[in-house]
Nanobody, 124 residues
Framework: QVQLVESGGGLVQAGGSLRLSCAVS????????MGWYRRAPGKEREFVGA????????NYRDSVKGRFTISRDNAKNTVYLQMNSLKPEDTAVYYC?????????????????WGQGTQVTVSS
């Protein structure tokens, strides 16, 4: 069974940057498609982006395209979410998720495991 631990959240002013990390243990990391989701107060969880198991392709929701970048280091069993030009509407708890799937990043597959989440707060 895979375990995920997020870190890197915090409070930042609008226009600032944060980098979230998600450390994965328990299974060969390179076989997992990784996703990032977020849940804002009073809202449902939403997809932020995903990266293929090999790291050669990514997919993002429209509102973060050009501002957020997902990357992974398969040697370190870690996936990253670099967030730039942050806006108050990016305030949420951010979760990473793992799906044992090596196909297209655009194909929707259920995620097998989730992290506990890390809070990101963007002040105006």
């Amino acid at each position: 069974q895979v375990q995920l631990v997020e870190s890197g959240g915090g409070l930042v002013q609008a226009g600032g940057s944060l980098r979230l990390s998600c450390a994965v243990s328990g299974r060969p990391f390179s076989t997992y498609k990784m996703g990032w989701y977020r849940r804002a107060p009073g809202k449902e969880r939403e997809f932020v982006g995903a990266i293929s198991s090999s790291g050669d392709s990514t997919n993002y929701r429209d509102s973060v395209k050009g501002r957020f970048t997902i990357s992974r280091d398969n040697a370190k069993n870690t996936v990253y979410l670099q967030m730039n030009s942050l806006k108050p509407e990016d305030t949420a708890v951010y979760y990473c998720a793992a799906a044992r799937y090596s196909g297209s990043v655009y194909y929707k597959v259920p995620y097998d495991a989730w992290g506990q989440g890390t809070q990101v707060t963007v002040s105006s």
